[in-house]
Structures are given as C-alpha cells and as structure tokens.
C-alpha cells in the first residue's frame, strides 16, 4: 500500500473539503428523488475517486466520468478530474477524457432531465465548461513545464559557472607556480653562486668570507621577501594589494643586471629600445622575464661565462629580446639542478603576449630570443 507523505495528506484533506462540500450541495439539490439512495452511494464513490485522482488522475477523472452518467452528483469529481489530466498529462489524453466526461453529461442529461434548463443550453454549457478546463489545465502545465526548464536551465548555468571558476582556478595556480620559478631561481641560483665560492675557498681571508656569507644571508632574505610576495598574488584582487610592490619591467633592468654582476656574473648589455615608458606593462613585465630567465640559465649550466643581453624595439615594430651565452665544456654539471620547466613556461608567457620564443644552440653558443609584438 503507498504510504500517504505530508505534502499528499495535505492534498486529501483539501479535496475532502472541497469536493466534499460540492458534492454535498449536489446530494442536497437531489433530495427527495426516486433515485436518492443512488446518489448517495454515488457521492461516495465519486468523493474516493476524486482523492484516486491525486496519484492515478487518468484512472480516477474517468472512474468519475462514469459515475456522473449515474448521478449529477458525480459532475464536481469528474470536473475535477479532468482538469487535473489537463495539468498532468499530454494534451491527447486530456482530450479524450474531456470528451468522455461530455459524453457522460449527455448521457446523464437524456436520463435524468434538467428541470430547469433545456437540453441544448445544457449540453453548451457541459461543452464549455470542459473546453474551459481543459485550456486552463493546459496553461498550467505550459506554465510548470516552463519553470522546470527555467530551473533546469539557471542549475545548468550554475554548474557551468562553478566550472569556469575551477578552471580559472587551476590557471591561476599554474601562473602562480610560473612565477615562483620566475621569481625564486633567479634569487637562489645567485645564492648558490655565493655559497659554491665559500665552498671551493676556503681559504679566503675572514672578511671576504664575511663578505660572501652576508650576501648569502641577503639573498636568502630576498627570496623569502619574493615568496612571500608570489604567495600574496593568492589574494590578488583587480586592484594592487598594499605591501605587494608592482611587477618589475624593463625600468628595472638595470638593478637586475647589477645584482647578476654582483654575484660574480659577467654580463654585457646592449639598449636600442626608443620610448620605453610607452611600452606596455604587460610587454615588459615579459621581457623582463625572458631576460631574468637567460641569466638564471647562464648561472645555472655555464657559470663564469660571459653573457650578452640585447634588447631592441620600437612602438609599432616587435620588442627583441636576445640573451646569449658560450656553451659550457662537456661533461660540467650545472651548478644548480634545473627543474627543466623554465623554458616551457617562459614559452607559454611570451605566446600569451602575443609573441614567439626561441633557444637552440648554434656555434659553441646558447641563444634565447624573443620577439613580443610592441602595438604602436
């Protein structure tokens, strides 16, 4: 037996009243009628199947049916019966049982005469009132079919948007993984670079021992200052964040260059760029990388050996960025093992600017160019 749940108890209650309250009134028009102890059973019987309608509405607005051919006191359960096959079910099928329940009231009208209205007037009014209820069911359902789709359309929307911000998400985090390679090996391998001489000479004098383990500990400092500032672009709004410096670009060129010196790193440098305070920021912050990525790799695997920089451009032709260094001997180990993803995020930052890439090595030299187009 289905269990009746609350949200149907609340319905039966309603239709017990309701229904209940029309067919009584139906039952009292009828009193005093040969036929009264029918009518009675038929109230009944016509009370059940209006309650069948709310799980079987088909089965039970045409149990209905048949009984109003019985008894007038069956109209208000047949009525309802099929408006509720108007609202639930496909148009067909709510046809035909609007045109059996027409067909019952003629029935009904030939046995048992409506003193008070002719029978024509009659059978308009029954044609009426169903094409009435079955045009109202119909709007219904158009209109709870057009909320289902509505809702199911807006939770799609919902999903699709959840989506999009994982995938904005995971791109974020790959960005943020570039930058921490960008940022953190440049500092490190000027650090390593520091640490290798006090390494291999150790008989240096206390000061410049002094010296080089000062440098050291700066070092380390300034890569926990820029982790933590990679670590901060997490909270990165449209906005720059207080206590986050902005990206570096090619006006910062200079101090890069003196740092790489710095660390004992022969590097040479060659500006031909006209109007770089009209290059955008996007551009250099790009270059600024490209060219922090050749020296970190000229440290790494061909430490000691000269570096050339040159940087070329004007607004309307593309920025050239060339970095170039002599090839190690063969067989040296890098003085800092590299992770081998530097060039392949370097490649996807410069493309994402609209440029193009490119290292080989070629005549005893190891050559990373770039060319970013510079919108005049």
Known sequence: MRKIQPP??????GVLLGMGALTAVSLWAQAGHPTWGLDVAVAVASLAAAVAQLWWPTSGALVATLLATLSPVATPAASMGALQVAQRRRFPVAAAVA???????????????????????????ICAAYGALIGWGALARSRRALLISLHERARRA????????????????????SEMHDVLAHRLSLVATHAGALEYRP??????IARAAGVVRAGVHQALEELREVINLLHEQDDQPDGLEPRPGLADLPGLIADARQAGQSVGLREEVTEVDALPAAVSWTAYRVVQEGLTNARKHAPGRQVEVLLRGAPG?????DVRNPLPPSGTVPLVPGSGLGLVGLT?????????LDHHSTEGE???????????
């Open 158 to 177: 919902e999903a699709e948007q959840g989506r999009q911000v994982a995938e904005a998400r995971m791109a974020e985090r790959r960005r943020l993984a």
């Open 366 to 376: 190891f050559r990373l160019q770039a060319r970013i187009p510079w919108p005049a």
């Open 317 to 321: 032709m593309p920025l050239l960025i």
């Open 203 to 208: 008989d240096s004098s206390p000061d410049k």
């Open 8 to 13: 149907y108890l609340v319905a039966v209650v």
């Open 99 to 125: 045109a059996a329940g027409m067909a019952a009231h003629v029935v009904q009208g030939l046995w048992r005469p409506n003193s008070g209205i002719s029978l024509g007037w009659w059978l308009l009014l």
């Open 348 to 356: 996807e930052r410069v493309r994402l600017a609209g440029g193009q």
